[in-house]
């Protein structure tokens, strides 16, 4: 009687288990894609990840998640960009070294059997692993910020919630009054002081607090989001004479900008592929710019899957956030600066897109709209003193990375 009552409930909660799991590896996955996508199981990834992507693409409904909200391909244009883009590496870091810790200690005290792990931050919160988690998960959201990142940090801290519940339920059956009194004296993911300062603003019914805990940060979360690409977009280094607007990857490249482009736009080889093409958003970087893949198909040397520095790439992305902007494959891969070429010299990479649905003359910021579609013209590299054009062609109108959906600033 009891094997058959009791049955249906662990299967129950098994399924949710599984679930739970399965959400958390899925967000992991998405939040790494800046991981894969340039290492060489980058097809694979897209072959299954990709078809999501494109059709969240397809409507103004959901577009707007597949969408960036941070600088990823332009150095950081204000101190505020900046602050955020180090504090997504500190707390991709800092979480990830307090899961392992804390993961330790647990599988230590198990082999060891000196029971429940109340020491280091546990003698504080009750789930310090999947604080860790969390913050490692916020860290991801910064580092590579697209929205829908942002909303699955939300849905996984709410999977989060939702497992130490389950935890703190096999833990009173398994240790009683200890455990018990272990839960009166802690916090479950925060300090008790803190818990109970957010408590009060919150109703007293824990499922009605879990809900509004839930849809708050949600909220924020997506608010914020949106709020660091509005500051973004009004921040960036562009300059613009009206049909033509350039961003400058390098924002010390704003007084070239200034000074040359208009020149620029008028050579020949320029002018004539411009002309009658509407709206038009163009690049600025040196000629080896790491990232130029993410915005057009220049070749093969800058899709980054398939040139093999994986691991170099990755730690350059986490512990130097703004050196593979700045200094490019040189610096990356063999410890030089540019210097000794396109960075002190006066060669700039120019690559044009057309922006549809836009008329006229359009504000700057306007080119970058969520539900606009951008697509490659040609590509030039000038030497922006002399005034002359070292190579120009036309662009395919993928990027490097295919149809995927890719950062535009």
């Given at each position: ?60 409904a ?59 931050l546990?003698?504080?919160i ?6 860790g ?34 935890e ?13 009194s ?8 925060l300090?008790?002081s ?34 660091l ?24 490249d ?5 000074n040359?482009?208009a ?113 490659p013209?040609?590509?030039?590299d ?22 995927v959906?890719t950062?535009?600033?």
């Amino acid at each position: 009687m009891n094997a058959k009552t009791v049955a249906p409930d662990d299967h129950s909660m098994n399924k949710a288990k599984a679930w739970c799991g399965g959400a958390i590896v899925l967000y992991f996955m998405i939040g790494l894609e800046v991981l894969i996508m340039i290492s060489p199981a980058a097809g694979f990834f897209y072959a299954a990840f990709n078809p999501l992507l494109l059709l969240l693409n397809k409507s103004q409904a959901t577009r707007w998640l597949t969408a960036f909200f941070l600088p990823h391909m332009v150095s950081p244009p204000d101190l505020l960009l900046q602050v955020v883009r180090v504090a997504g590496s500190v707390l991709f870091l800092t979480g990830a070294a307090v899961f392992l810790v804390c993961a330790g200690q647990v599988y230590i005290n198990k082999f060891a059997r000196k029971g429940v792990a109340l020491r280091g931050l546990y003698s504080y919160i009750r789930h310090p692993q999947y604080l860790g988690l969390a913050l490692t998960g916020m860290g991801l959201a910064i580092l590579w910020p697209r929205i829908l990142v942002v909303a699955l940090w939300a849905l996984m801290v709410g999977v989060y919630y939702l497992l130490a519940r389950d935890e703190q339920g096999r833990m009173l059956r398994q240790f009683g009054d200890e455990y018990r009194s272990y839960m009166d004296r802690t916090g479950m993911f925060l300090p008790q002081s803190w818990e109970a300062a957010f408590a009060r603003v919150l109703p007293s019914t824990p499922p009605l607090r879990a809900w509004l805990g839930f849809l708050i940060l949600t909220a924020g979360s997506l608010g914020g989001a949106f709020a660091l690409r509005g500051h973004t977009l009004a921040h960036l280094p562009i300059w613009s004479n009206g049909p033509v607007s350039v961003l400058a990857i390098l924002p010390g490249d704003m007084a070239m900008l200034d000074n040359r482009m208009a020149l620029a736009l008028e050579l020949p080889e320029i002018k004539a592929r411009l002309a009658s093409q509407g709206p038009v958003l163009a690049y600025m970087m040196p000629k080896d710019y790491v990232m130029q893949g993410m915005i057009a198909d220049t070749g093969g040397e800058w899709q980054l899957y398939k040139r093999h520095h994986t691991l170099a790439m990755i730690s350059d992305w986490i512990l130097h956030p703004f050196r593979h902007l700045e200094n490019g494959h040189a610096a990356m891969h063999h410890g030089m600066g540019m210097g000794q070429g396109a960075q002190n010299g006066m060669t700039r990479r120019l690559i044009f897109l057309r922006v549809d649905a836009l008329g006229g003359s359009p504000a700057p910021a306007a080119l970058f709209g969520i539900n606009l579609h951008r697509s490659p013209l040609f590509v030039a590299d000038v030497e922006m003193h002399t005034l002359v054009v070292q190579q120009i062609h036309d662009l395919p109108t993928d990027t490097g990375w295919g149809r995927v959906p890719t950062p535009v600033f």
